[in-house]
């Protein structure tokens, strides 16, 4: 039965790991491409590792699927924090059509 | 236009999707069941999408968000291949990659932003 | 001291659940890399040690997980839906928020909540201020109080009991 449900889960992560990869291809500017794609596949392979663990049960590679969700949920939006933050800095533009950009507009107002 | 776009890569995804479904993918290894051999072709089409953005990236911080999702995908290729092989030590793969790509991603956001590695 | 005491513990556990096993070369070897990476690290982590005596703290981290794990899972609807729409219904821009957090802690795990929430990812914290800079990819306000009311007040009203 535990199998079962973790191939449940498996099947769910491996949906949500192919619409990210996809809005990687569709979306028109960084800022987009990395916002939808960051949350599907942060997602998709938390929910693969807990199928591992589903699957393994309360052991040695189940207790090391579960750490290995603790890191990446810490450590994945950390590092689209980074990759933002650097390519604004390093002078890459938003879509044309965006609303409204403040970082810009503090950044000029700063400097 | 753009919806006749969006329906043929619509009709394009489900070819391939079928394609890879429906041939009869060569056991390399004792695989134990059809789905996670089919799950293996699932992410490695994913990972192609990666690698097409990482080799088409207008600038260079385009091919690093290619580069970290990529890093991610690889902790799930990692989980996938401990079920049928029985290997437990690739999970311990898994961990290394994770915390190693997020070094290494920190590192690429601070060359981009033209800052020197000791600030 | 206490911070090194309490860094020791939390690095062992860590390593008994890595390793797995209760052979008393492991155990060794965890002691000895335990007391390595506290003496190494112990000032750049935990400000204030007092506050982890505090049990109600652990019932509203509980309650913080579950709210956190279904917000996340509603953002990966939302990022599925508009991936796969064929007129890509997005309305991106960066707006500017203000929090109320002050510990390093607390405002690390905003910003890490709201990247993984529905529609928002964080760009920049400005730490001297309290505002937070954030892509928002369905932008209905623009000016600073209305967007701090729709973004941020849910998960800050629950962090401000865990990390006062």
């Not at chain 1, 990869?21 to 960051?38: A, K, Q």
């Not at chain 2, 134990?32 to 953005?53: T, V």
């Not at chain 3, 928002?120 to 937070?132: A, H, Q, S």
Request: with cysteine.
């Amino acid at each position: 039965m535990n199998e079962i449900i973790g191939y449940v889960f498996i099947g769910i992560g491996l949906a949500f790991d192919f619409f990210g990869c996809l809005g990687l291809l569709r979306f028109p500017d960084l800022y987009n491409r990395l916002h939808s794609s960051i949350k599907c596949v942060t997602l998709g392979t938390s929910s693969i590792l807990f199928g591992l663990f589903l699957y393994k049960g309360i052991s040695a590679t189940g207790i090391k699927a579960l750490l290995c969700i603790v890191f990446l949920v810490l450590t994945a939006p950390v590092s689209a924090h980074v990759l933002a933050r650097s390519a604004h800095k390093s002078g890459v533009k938003l879509w044309e059509k965006s609303v409204c950009d403040k970082y810009s507009e503090d950044e000029n107002a700063l400097s | 236009m753009r919806r006749l776009r969006w329906f043929l890569g619509l009709i394009a995804l489900g070819v391939s999707f079928a394609l890879v479904f429906f041939y009869p993918l060569p056991s390399l290894l004792s695989w134990q069941s059809d789905f996670l051999k089919h799950a293996f072709f699932i992410l490695i089409i994913s990972a192609s999408f990666s690698l097409w953005r990482i080799l088409r990236g207008p600038t260079a911080a385009d091919r690093a968000v290619a580069l970290d999702i990529l890093g991610i995908l690889i902790i799930g290729f990692c989980a996938i291949l401990g079920i049928p092989t029985g290997r437990d030590w690739y999970i311990d793969i898994g961990i290394a990659w994770a915390l190693q790509s997020f070094i290494s991603i920190l590192t690429l956001g601070k060359y981009l932003e033209g800052r020197r590695f000791d600030e | 001291m206490k911070v090194k005491i309490i860094i020791f513990i939390l690095a062992f556990l860590l390593w008994l659940l890595l390793s797995w096993s209760v052979d008393p070369v492991h155990l060794f070897l965890g002691v000895l890399i335990a007391v390595l990476v506290c003496f190494v690290t112990a000032d750049i982590f935990l400000e204030s040690p007092q506050v982890f005596k505090k049990p109600s703290r652990y019932l509203w981290f509980v309650y913080y997980i579950i709210l956190f794990a279904w917000e996340c899972f509603k953002a990966n609807l939302d990022g599925a839906w508009r991936v796969i729409h064929p007129d890509l219904p997005i309305n991106p821009g960066i707006v500017k928020v203000k929090t109320q957090l002050k510990s390093e802690v607390g405002l690390t795990f905003l910003a890490n909540s709201l990247t993984l929430k529905p529609g928002t990812m964080t760009v920049d914290i400005d730490k001297e201020n309290g505002f937070l800079y954030i892509h928002w990819s369905d932008v209905k306000a623009q000016d600073v109080e209305k967007a701090t009311e729709l973004i941020v007040r849910k998960f800050e009203r629950v962090l401000m009991r865990i990390f006062p």
